[in-house]
């Protein structure tokens, strides 16, 4: 037993997005469970890898991402240009020479650090970030937002604001639910064409790339153009 649950915690670290990924795509708030978002980011992952991207597909991302010699960062230590680090579950490059800069978002947008790349190639990383991570936290919210956000008890449905609850309605779930579905299959399709584009292009990189012929998987569903962004909400 001891150690099915050892592989499987494995498997779960073994994904291709991070979990600090997910709560800065979707918004969560951190006052979530990391622990719950990483066993549903895994989840996430072994579903869309056998109904939509195909396991080779999904193997081959795994294999081609992007790998770094990067330390913890220490405030104390002097970081030069390029130097990588580890912070928050995220790695990020220097673009300076500093000493206690944290490499945080903020920063990132002052050009002191940059977030390193999943992948080394441009076409898989404009695929990673236009459209697989949104899609991956679009799932995970889904999936997490019923069982953190929405409660069901004797006085009806429920929601987190802040530090407090207010009253909302069975139909707000139902609504909020059906529309971060749509935006889950809106991005599945332009991923979808994407990847054609790509190997249309005489990328190799996605050759193992097959459309499921799954009937259940969003590439299979109907078309949908309409616009749908995330909502800041806490968990």
């Known amino acids: ?54 396991r080779e597909f999904y193997d081959t991302l795994l294999n081609t991402k992007a790998t770094y010699s990067a330390t913890r960062f220490l405030e104390a230590s002097a970081y030069v240009i390029n130097n990588a680090v580890k912070y928050a579950g995220l790695i990020y490059i220097s673009q300076a020479n500093q ?20 992948f080394t190639d441009a076409s898989m990383e404009t695929f990673y970030k236009m459209y697989l991570l949104e899609l991956i936290a679009c799932e995970v919210v889904i999936n997490i937002v019923t069982h953190r956000t929405y409660r069901l008890d004797e006085t009806g449905v429920t929601r987190s604001q802040n530090q407090n609850t207010i009253s909302t309605g069975v139909n707000d779930l139902r609504h909020y639910i059906d529309e971060m579905r749509n ?20 990328s190799t990189l996605f050759n193992t790339y097959k459309e499921t012929d799954n009937s259940n998987s969003p590439l299979k569903r109907k078309r949908s153009t309409r616009k749908i962004t995330f909502k800041n909400i806490n968990l």
């Open 183 to 202: 935006r889950s299959r809106t991005i599945t399709n332009n991923m979808h064409e994407y990847i054609l584009r790509q190997k249309a292009n005489g």
């Open 1 to 54: 037993m001891l150690w099915k649950q050892k592989k499987r915690r494995q498997a779960m670290n073994n994904t291709i997005v991070s979990v600090q990924e997910v709560i800065n795509t979707a918004q969560i708030s951190t006052r979530s469970s990391q622990l719950d978002i990483e066993r549903l980011l895994f989840q996430v992952e072994d579903t869309l890898a056998n109904n939509v991207l195909g």
């Open 99 to 118: 000493t206690g800069v944290k490499p945080t978002l903020a920063n990132v947008e002052d050009g002191l650090w940059t977030l390193a790349t999943k």
